[in-house]
């Protein structure tokens, strides 16, 4: 019998583990009776999907995403002499520490993975190394040295190193994945550069230097249906039939009712978007009667932001159609991970001009196609 409860307790154990894969052991002196966040400090809009872990809440641990409806993982966690972070995790995920102070200050991100690891955390200063010593965590300073040629390094630790060739950085990651394979490191860092610097053809290129294990992984192939779809919505290409709901759709025989249409993708908590309203008014006003078409389509689903979304519109004296992006359509079927993004589209469907609020370029672009 004594030997059965060993075997019972031991697979208790072990099962426990299998549904919380990860636990960090964490003391900081420094932040006793404080708080600090954990979770991915930098998420591009429609990539939440991809930070994703899940942490065992407690009286000192709390998921912040609900309460900031992010659709990313993270955590504010009330620092104790000793505090236990366990939880599940599919595969290695970026966070970093963060102190919501005057200004709030983070760590340089790190890397939480399956395992049991110990770690004491100093006071943060911005950009400090977390030296935790995981896989992950050593593969990723090594990768950090590696592209130590590409980088510019500034003394003021409040200012991110800056990258001098954009170019020559893609072509040591293709280098690092060919004799890294299975990098999880190295699939971040794509992830990490579309963030920071928007779509680029060499992030699918790179992509196929991958081993075929790490194909398999949900994670990768949601990296590369983003980059697809975003690749196969650029300059030259078709736009997609778009379905927002059951009365209302964007299709290629709307484009043909008119010479050029301008779509303009936006959202009421984007200043820049409200701010360059009057500007997207007077650009209509110009084109209307020249066969140029203007859509907006608004990236909100509930009745409060809907509204404010119809007040603003009628105040900027906007006459065009509008369709709320309610079911997320228009952002999967072009990856739109930001505002405002602007499509020019001949009448044929054709994407002539994809842009972050260069509405100037968009102008000339007009002109020139109209003449």
Not at 46 to 63: I, P
Not at 257 to 278: E, F, N, Q, R
Request: positive net charge.
């Amino acid at each position: 019998m004594k030997h059965i409860k060993i075997l019972i307790l031991f697979f208790i154990s072990n099962l426990l583990f299998a549904q919380n894969n990860f636990e960090l052991d964490l003391t900081s002196k420094d932040y006793v009776n404080d708080s600090l966040w954990i979770g991915a400090p930098m998420v591009r809009s429609g990539f939440g999907d991809l930070y994703q872990f899940k942490l065992v809440e407690n009286k000192n641990l709390e998921d912040l995403s609900k309460k900031m409806n992010a659709d990313f993982s993270i955590y504010n966690l009330n620092i104790k002499n000793e505090n236990i972070l366990k939880g599940k995790i599919d595969y290695p995920q970026p966070v970093a520490f963060i102190h919501m102070s005057n200004p709030p200050s983070g760590t340089d991100i790190f890397f939480i993975e399956k395992g049991k690891y110990n770690y004491e955390l100093p006071k943060i200063t911005n950009g400090l190394v977390v030296n935790l010593q995981t896989p992950s965590n050593i593969e990723y300073q090594k990768l950090k040295n590696y592209l130590t040629p590409v980088y510019f390094k500034f003394d003021d630790l409040n200012k991110r190193d800056s990258l001098t060739s954009f170019d020559k950085k893609q072509e040591m990651i293709s280098s690092y994945i060919k004799a890294n394979p299975n990098s999880y490191v190295a699939l971040w860092e794509i992830v990490n550069d579309y963030t920071l610097y928007n779509y680029s053809p060499t992030y699918l290129e790179n992509m196929k230097f991958f081993s075929n294990e790490i194909k398999k992984n949900p994670f990768y192939k949601k990296i590369y249906s983003k980059l697809k779809i975003e690749s196969e919505t650029m300059i030259g290409k078709k736009i997609p039939d778009i379905y927002f709901d059951k009365k209302h759709s964007l299709k290629e025989e709307d484009f043909k009712k008119h010479k050029l249409t301008v779509i303009d993708y936006w959202s009421t908590t984007c200043a820049p978007c409200i701010k360059g309203m009057p500007e997207l008014v007077k650009l209509y006003n110009d084109f209307k009667d020249k066969g140029v078409n203007l859509i907006t389509v608004t990236d909100e689903s509930k009745s409060d932001r809907m509204a404010l979304a119809e007040k603003i519109l009628r105040k900027s004296n906007a006459e065009w159609a509008n369709y709320f992006d309610v079911n997320k359509k228009f952002s999967k079927s072009v990856n739109a991970t930001g505002y405002p993004l602007q499509f020019v589209i001949d009448t044929n469907g054709k994407i002539l001009a994809r842009t972050f609020g260069d509405l100037d370029h968009i102008r000339e672009l007009l002109i020139e196609n109209l003449k």
